[in-house]
């Protein structure tokens, strides 16, 4: 298989029954939209609980974006090989194993006493969710065969994205300590695997040959080299160890390329990337992890060090931009036919653009009313964004391939997280004053936005050949 066309319709009729057993359509949407929920929440669960958990783990201001990157660290560095083993070897079995690791990893970050003991839980936590992610959409891809049932599927799943990121600051806000946030958390992913394993179908598409054990040991290193280099630079990006991880991504990512070149059972296929959807899908990831998730993780710890709002007051304030994601996500299904994915992505920067230059001012003006219409905006704008990735991600390739074509996606969507919290955070504590810092940080997130739009607007199929 060399790209999208080589793959025939019979073969796809194939694909998602040969290698599967009959699914629980419902029963598969509620699980993995539910699983998808909690992973989210643990995601976002210190955006409100950075200040009291960093002064809990003794946490240095410099060393607070680890606290926020560990999760996206895992999540970016095994999305891409979790779609390839999800698709080889069984969703339902990725799936399992995720919900199981994101329970047990969860629960043990409650009892972390250090700033790398909660690091390397959160890193876990995004290890087992990118298990999670990947292998959901490969799940609800062969539950829901016809298109019109994919439409629907994919929406829904995408809306509770928006949801797990509305609900987990709400709830990590409203229990007595952080401690018991994560203990909540990781019970309830438990939970989840045990009803897993009752609920859901399995579901492969193997391809034959030996999995890709090289691509994996030099795809995962390159990400974790490069998301470290990131995260280290807000300290000085000419230090030698900054320097020296940048050099070593760089050289995984090239041998990575090689090895693909080479694999007879790739975990991406290279020749995607001829395809503008493919990298569309891509660049949507990463603009949304550096403009959207990159400011809006930081801007809730700043609100509460500028303008004394507890965790609780805070998680409800910003409920009105997750939450609003989260009901335009649902209806995003409803502009399919109408409104391509592409076009649905580009607004969703372009009014994520409008929000971030309408706070400009609010830090300074210590009044949190003035975040109002910018948080409403943003709303709409994550929205569209939330809603279209996920179906932009399994239209881009192959329907057998749907967990890889979301783990890449993914991926790059987290590595933007990263770099964009990274980034937000250095603009933030380096400006002389929380409100030019946040300001800057700002405007920054708009220009993202704007080079985001352009993006998925700019790429064109080229003509067959």
Request: aromatic letters at 6%.
């Amino acid at each position: 298989m060399t790209g999208l066309r080589s793959l025939t319709a019979p073969a796809v009729a194939r694909a998602g029954t040969a290698h599967g057993t009959a699914a629980r359509p419902r029963a598969t949407l509620a699980l993995t939209s539910a699983a998808t929920t909690v992973t989210l929440m643990t995601y976002t669960a210190p955006m409100v609980t950075l200040p009291d958990t960093a002064k809990a783990l003794h946490t240095s201001v410099s060393a607070q974006a680890w606290l926020l990157n560990g999760t996206p660290l895992g999540l970016a560095a095994l999305l891409l090989v979790a779609g390839s083993l999800a698709d080889d070897h069984g969703r339902r079995r990725v799936f399992l194993a995720g919900t199981l690791a994101l329970g047990l990893t969860t629960a043990l970050g409650a009892f972390t006493t250090t700033t790398w003991q909660f690091t390397l839980a959160r890193i876990a936590q995004g290890a087992a969710g990118a298990a999670i992610l990947a292998s959901s959409l490969g799940l609800i891809v062969h539950a829901f065969p016809s298109p019109r049932g994919r439409l629907h599927a994919t929406g829904v799943w995408g809306a509770f994205v928006s949801g797990g990121i509305a609900v987990g600051p709400l709830v990590a806000g409203a229990l007595p300590t952080w401690r018991v946030a994560y203990g909540v958390l990781g019970a309830a992913a438990l939970l989840l695997a045990a009803f897993g394993t009752r609920a859901l179908a399995e579901s492969r598409a193997p391809r034959g040959g030996r999995p890709d054990v090289l691509g994996a040991l030099t795809f995962g290193p390159a990400l974790v080299a490069l998301i470290a280099a990131l995260t280290l630079g807000r300290d000085g990006w000419l230090r030698a160890p900054v320097g020296v991880l940048f050099a070593a991504a760089a050289l995984l990512l090239a041998a990575f390329v090689a090895v693909e070149a080479r694999s007879g059972a790739p975990m991406i296929d290279l020749g995607l990337l001829r395809h503008a959807r493919f990298l569309a899908s891509s660049a949507g990831g990463l603009f949304t992890g550096l403009a959207v998730i990159g400011m809006f993780s930081f801007l809730p710890a700043l609100l509460q060090q500028t303008m004394g709002l507890t965790p609780l007051a805070t998680a409800w304030l910003f409920l009105l931009w997750s939450g609003l994601s989260f009901a335009v996500a649902l209806q995003v299904k409803h502009l399919a036919g109408r409104v391509p994915a592409r076009a649905q992505l580009g607004l969703g920067f372009a009014l994520h653009t409008v929000a971030v230059v309408s706070m400009l001012g609010a830090i300074g003006s210590g009044s949190w009313t003035r975040l109002l219409p910018g948080l409403i905006v943003g709303g709409l704008g994550s929205g569209l964004l939330n809603g279209a990735l996920p179906l932009l991600a399994v239209e881009s390739v192959p329907r057998d391939r749907a967990a890889m074509g979301s783990g890449a996606q993914q991926t790059f969507r987290y590595i933007g997280s990263c770099a964009g919290v990274a980034l937000t955070i250095a603009l933030a504590t380096s400006a002389g004053s929380p409100a030019r810092g946040a300001n800057l940080a700002l405007v920054v997130s708009a220009v993202l936005a704007v080079a985001g739009a352009v993006s998925v607007l700019a790429l064109r199929e080229r003509p067959a050949e």
